[in-house]
């Protein structure tokens, strides 16, 4: 049975840094592509990241220079280090996984069976 828990998020002010942690058990972080995905009330969830079994890196385009996607193999945990942040990274964050080796970018929802529950960023000043 895989779980994913997610942590980290909190209460930030413009610039800060913040690390959400994403803890899996029943699948091997290492061998299976990950992904972090982010909504705000009222938007649809979009892709912020991802990462494939054998270590390939994608991120959307507008975070690539503040965001980090990583995994902790001792952990068994996906981790998402997010610096320079601002009021528009306000949002839930959520990661996913789906029984793949390779990772997604602008794959459908659906096509992901694991979901954590979720972790809070707030960004404000």
């Known amino acids: 049975q895989v779980q994913l828990v997610e942590s980290g998020g909190g209460l930030v002010q413009p610039g800060e840094s913040l690390r959400l942690s994403c803890t899996a058990s029943?699948?091997?972080?290492?061998?299976?592509?990950l992904q972090w995905f982010r909504q705000v009330p009222g938007q649809e969830r979009q892709i912020v990241a991802c990462?494939?079994?054998?270590?390939?890196?994608f991120y959307r385009p507008s975070l690539e220079d503040r965001f980090t996607i990583g995994r902790d193999e001792s952990k068994n945990t996906l981790f998402l280090q997010m610096n320079g942040l601002k009021p528009e990274d306000t949002a839930v964050y959520y990661c996913?996984?789906?029984?793949?080796?390779?990772?997604?970018?602008?794959?459908?929802?659906?096509?992901?069976?694991?979901w954590g529950n979720g972790t809070q960023v707030t960004v404000t000043s």
């Open positions: 996913a996984a789906r029984n793949s080796f390779y990772c997604a970018m602008y794959d459908p929802l659906y096509s992901y069976p694991y």
């Open positions: 990462v494939s079994g054998d270590g390939n890196a």
């Open positions: 029943g699948l091997n972080v290492m061998r299976t592509g």
